[in-house]
């Protein structure tokens, strides 16, 4: 079993930065790939950043040059800087971990950009 935990969401104006923080625990050697999705109001959860075991990175088009995902093996982290961030990139952020065929969710923090 994982258990995945974010931090770091908040308010934050447009053009301004966050990093949020997934503390992963529990069965996390089999994991071979994480991700960030996002889910803003009436829309669908999208995955916006994804990284894997050897360390491989991807992003939606939409954030590209402007989030960086990136793990922390010590403390078992995987973080999301986001900078230049715009009122689009409202949503509520969830972290991914893929192991064995099975995924796991956090509970979501909310990112707020204001105008």
């Known amino acids: 079993q994982v258990q995945l935990r974010e931090s770091g969401g908040g308010l934050v104006q447009a053009g301004g930065s966050l990093r949020l923080s997934c503390a992963a625990s529990?069965?996390?050697?089999?994991?071979?790939?994480w991700r960030w999705y996002r889910q803003a109001p009436g829309k669908q959860r999208d995955v916006v950043a994804t990284?894997?075991?050897?360390?491989?990175?991807d992003y939606t088009y939409s954030v590209k040059d402007r989030y960086t995902i990136s793990r922390d093996r010590t403390k078992n982290t995987v973080d999301l800087q986001m900078n230049s961030l715009k009122p689009d990139d409202t949503a509520v952020y969830y972290c991914?971990?893929?192991?064995?065929?099975?995924?796991?969710w956090g509970q979501g923090t909310q990112v707020t950009v204001s105008s």
């Open positions: 990284i894997t075991a050897g360390g491989s990175t």
């Open positions: 991914n971990a893929y192991q064995l065929g099975v995924e796991y």
């Open positions: 529990g069965s996390i050697v089999n994991i071979n790939m």
